[in-house]
């Protein structure tokens, strides 16, 4: 049984005869001339595969064997301008298999990449890739905490036995690093942005520098979130002030240390005023003095300063989604060049479905990274079964108009667009101690998309996901395309019970139960009333010029798609405009009828994907598909709950029946 530990890298045995046959005559040996932990993982790696999937120990050698067929592993002269540095080429020649990169890295792509031809069947008679990456760093933030918890994190706990480093190093360890690198991501920033000053102790820095150990092979560099008031903390210092030229002295010093026990450290993250988290502003100082002051100490190793941009203020009055834009705006152009600040895809905070981050294209001094969330906080955890892809794509493919029209946001971040010196993305992960990685096996899908986007932004979320199921649950044709509808389909699921219509953040505390009605909390902004404004009248937040006018901070061509309520499409509706419970809509129906609509058809159809699944059954690994059954069977149950308390809670307001054919809830 597959306990789903593998993940993408099974590499069981191939079934079909004519392919094994295949392949086992083209992947004779494996040649590389140099040597290098990073070339060993990707021969190691190759092994493995060839051994798995076609039942052959393949030797590795100094010279192509002549007369035989095999896997030459080649580094091309850096002059190359065909490829970036992390980038692979792929081709045959008399009778070979040639794995190019101007770099270990690169080949160590390169070869996944081949595997991943493999896993999915396909020939390498005339196989011809070639591929680089269109971002620089491919990062992972972990929100882990010391004690081994993990914020926002559904699948166990930490995957660091932060008890055990440095000496006891987890062999997992390695194989984390295996299926980053198989994807391409190349940076891991091990701890949370709610950070503790632990991590920059002598003591945890060599429990980091283990991992960092085992990462490095696989071409991932590690990466810290610090703790913006250390200085004082840990340092003894009277204050953090980023102007201080002791507090700069300390910081100095502090990442001197740190190379000094990681030589080939990444940088810092720092989540700085937010969410109660101290910063350069308990001093009177801004965003840029803080991540500059870091700058300057990280300058001499060529460590980056990763800065968040997530910030809000606890103000009833305020709209939230017009803070970071409000704050960091201003600051443009003020930031040293090895700052990159770091975006969540939405103005707000990962919602099922938000309209993109008004920063892009408007800091074109400032490399903009972007932010994603993996780990499914506001998607239903672990239970709920939602493809990310769709998520991720909608927001990189939306066009800010910065630059006229085809200023798409992935190409503010992959830097096209103004020219960034460095450019960056990361997701918050959704991994954890859980023997299969993610808690739910389709969450390992999200890690996977994550990844590839990653690199290749213009790649669909149907291909990848087409991917993953052939590499992970099965290879029979028909169910690999039922699975891959089905994924393609749950984002829009989730989003019709959960929050339709540009609903946001009905949640109570741990983000997971329905509580639209909540309108009290430990801020004022952190009600659910906030974020919906439900009233007798209606239901939306207006920003409009007529409300708090967040659409102002769009492009023209941007505001004008979504200023008008007639015209603003329905997935947008609410996000922008407080809309009265019998207006009619640009489909015939009135609001109220088709926010009943979407809940219930949204809740109707996780009973199709129940269905779906079953459909499946026989042909994928049985434990597995229980697994996900589960799940999917919670998840109905979820998703009627979610319908429910919507429904009475707006009823109470709009005062109307429901609509035929739905039945009232009890
Ligand atoms: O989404 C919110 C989460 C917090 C998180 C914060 C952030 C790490 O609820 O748990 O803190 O965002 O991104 O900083």
Redesign the pocket.
């Known amino acids: 049984a597959d306990d789903g530990y593998r993940l993408w890298l099974k590499y069981d045995e191939i079934k079909d005869a004519v392919i094994k046959k295949q392949y086992t005559g083209q992947t004779r040996f494996i040649a590389l001339s140099g040597s290098s932990k990073t070339l060993e993982a990707a021969a190691g790696e190759l092994q493995i595969a060839l051994k798995g999937m076609l039942g052959v120990n393949v030797p590795t050698v100094k010279k192509p064997v002549a007369g035989s067929s095999g896997i030459i592993l080649e580094i091309l002269p850096a002059s190359n301008q065909r490829i970036g540095d992390e980038g692979y080429v792929i081709s045959r020649q008399s009778g070979n298999i040639h794995i190019a990169g101007k770099t270990d890295a690169g080949i160590l792509y390169g070869t996944f990449a081949l595997l991943r031809q493999m896993q999915q069947n396909l020939p390498l008679t005339h196989i011809s890739i070639e591929s680089s990456p269109k971002i620089q760093l491919r990062m992972l933030n972990h ?1 882990d905490n010391p004690e081994g918890t993990i ?2 994190g559904y699948a166990g706990s930490s995957l660091w036995k932060w008890y055990d480093l440095p000496e006891g190093v987890d062999p997992r360890y390695r194989d984390y690093a295996r299926a980053n690198a198989s994807i391409g991501i190349n940076g891991t920033v091990v701890n ?3 950070a503790s000053a632990r991590f920059l102790t002598a003591e945890y820095l060599h429990k980091v520098a283990a991992l960092a150990n085992v990462f490095r092979a696989y071409g991932i560099k590690t990466y810290l979130s610090v703790y913006f008031a250390a200085p004082k903390t840990l340092g003894g210092l009277k204050t953090s002030d980023p102007l201080d030229p002791q507090v700069q002295a300390w910081w100095n010093a502090k990442v001197k240390e740190i190379y000094s026990i990681i030589p080939d450290f990444g940088g810092l993250l720092v ?1 700085a005023n ?2 109660g ?1 101290p910063g350069p502003q308990d001093y009177g100082r801004t965003h840029a003095d803080g991540a500059n002051m870091l700058a300057e100490a990280l300058r001499p190793y060529k460590g980056v300063v990763i800065w ?1 941009a ?1 910030v809000y203020k606890a103000d009833p009055n305020a709209d939230r989604f017009k803070a970071a834009y409000e704050e960091f705006t201003p600051l443009d152009g003020k930031f040293e060049k090895n700052v990159i600040v770091q975006v ?1 895809n939405g103005p707000i ?2 919602q099922p479905r938000e309209p993109f981050s008004p920063l892009f294209g408007n800091m074109p001094k400032t490399p903009l990274g972007m ?1 994603f ?1 993996i780990t499914q ?2 998607l239903g955890f672990a239970t709920h079964l939602v493809y990310e892809a769709p998520i991720f794509k909608e927001c990189l493919d939306s066009d800010t108009y910065a630059n006229g029209k085809g200023s798409t946001v992935a190409k503010v971040v992959d830097g096209s667009l103004h020219q960034y010196p460095i450019t960056a993305i990361a997701g ?1 992960a959704n991994t954890g101690s859980n023997r299969n990685w993610t808690g739910n096996p389709m969450a390992a899908a999200n890690w996977y998309a994550f990844g590839r986007l990653a690199w290749d932004h213009t790649l669909s979320a149907q291909n990848i996901a087409k991917e993953w199921v052939k590499m992970t649950l099965t290879s029979e044709e028909q169910s690999s395309n039922r699975i891959v509808n089905l994924m393609l389909k749950s984002r829009e699921i989730y989003v019709d019970y959960n929050t339709p219509l540009g609903l946001s953040r009905p949640w109570s505390g741990v ?1 997971y139960a329905p509580e639209p009605w909540q309108n009290r909390s430990s801020r004022p902004d952190w009600t659910a009333l906030y974020y919906h404004r439900a009233d007798s009248a209606g239901i939306g937040f207006n920003r409009t010029i007529t409300g708090s006018d967040a659409l102002s901070q769009y492009r023209p061509e941007v505001r004008k798609q979504w200023e008008n309520p007639e015209t603003c499409p329905l997935p947008y509706l609410l996000w922008f405009h407080h809309v009265s419970w019998d207006k009619k809509l640009s489909n015939g129906k009135s609001l109220w009828q088709e926010l009943c609509t979407r809940f219930y058809t949204g809740a109707d159809s996780v009973k199709w994907m129940q269905n779906e699944w079953s459909a499946v059954k026989n042909n994928m690994d049985p434990e597995m598909h229980a697994d996900v059954a589960a799940r999917l069977e919670k998840q109905q149950r979820e998703a009627i709950w979610w319908r429910d308390a919507w429904v009475l809670y707006l009823q109470s307001l709009s005062k109307q029946p429901l609509p035929a054919p739905f039945k009232q809830p009890e």
């Open positions: 929100w914020e926002r949370n942005v709610n989540k937010s969410e988290e968040r997530f969540k905070d990962f932010e969330q906080e506001y918050v983000h």
